[in-house]
C-alpha cells in the first residue's frame, strides 16, 4: 500500500510537470509507466487513472486565473446588459468564455467520437517518439522563423473566434497522438497566428479547463464507480500532489517565457524521442 502511494506521487509530479511545460504529460505517464508499474490497480484503471488525474492540474488554473474566468458580476457597467440575468454576467469574460469553448470543439467532436480508435492506434512508445522528436523540431524552426518578428496579439482580448477555433484543430492533433502534447500544440498554434508567447500560453491554460473536465468526466464514466480502497487511494494522491506541483509550473512557466522562448523544450523534446527510440528499438 505505501509503495502503491509512492508511485501515485511521482505519477502527480510529472503529471504536474509535464502537463503545462510543453513537452507532452499524457507521453511521459506512458513512458514511466513502462518502468514503474502499478501492481495492485487493474489495466482499465490505469488506462483511466493517466487521464483523471489531470482534473488536479486543472484546479490549478482554476485557482491562479480565477479573476481572469469568474464570469459572475455585480457592477452593471461591466454587464452584458444591465438589466435582466445578462446583467449578472462580465462581457469580456463571457466573450472568453466562448472564444474557449469553439476551441474545444475540434478536439470534443473528434475525440468522443474516435477516442477508442486512437488510444489503440497511437498509445505506444514508438508513436510518442516520433511525436515528441517531431514538435520539437517544430518549436525550434518556428521560434527561429518569429525571432524578429513582434507578437500582434498581446492580450486575450485580441484573439477572435477564427484564432480559437485555428488553435482548436491544434489541439485536435494533440488529442490524437500522444506525445504531442496538448500545451505544446496549442502554443504553437498560438504563435503561428500571431499570439504572444504569454497570450498563448494563458489562452492554453484557459482551453484545458473544459477539454481536460470533459475528457476526465469520459473516462470516469467508462470506468464506472467500481474502485477498490487502493485504486481510490491512489487516484487521489495523484490528483493532489499533480495540483500542487501544477500551481509551482504554471508560475514558473510564465515567469521564464518573459525572457525566454521555448527553444529549449524543443531540444528536450528531441533528446527524449531518441532516448525513446533507442531503447524500445535496441535495448527492450
Known sequence: MVLEMIKAILFGVVEGITEWLPIS???????VEQFIKFKHVSPEFWNMFQVVIQFGAILAVVV????Q??????????????TGILSYFKKDIMNLWGKILVGC???????????DIFERLFYNPFCIAIALITFGIAFIV??????????KKETN?????????IIGIFQLIAAIFPGTSRSGATILGGLLIGLSRSNAAEFTFYLAIPTMLGASILKLVKFGISFTGIELAVLLVGMIISFLVSIMVIKFLMSYIKKHDFKVFGYYRIILGIIVLGYFLFIN
Open 25 to 31: 504529460s499524457t507521453g511521459h505517464l506512458i513512458l
Open 64 to 67: 491562479l486565473y480565477f479573476k
Open 69 to 82: 474566468i469568474w464570469p459572475f458580476t455585480k457592477q452593471k457597467e461591466e454587464a452584458i446588459q444591465k
Open 105 to 115: 470543439i475540434p478536439a470534443a467532436i473528434i475525440g468522443i467520437l474516435f477516442d
Open 142 to 151: 518556428i521560434e527561429n522563423w518569429k525571432r524578429d518578428t513582434k507578437a
Open 157 to 165: 482580448s485580441k484573439i477572435t473566434y477564427k484564432d480559437a477555433f
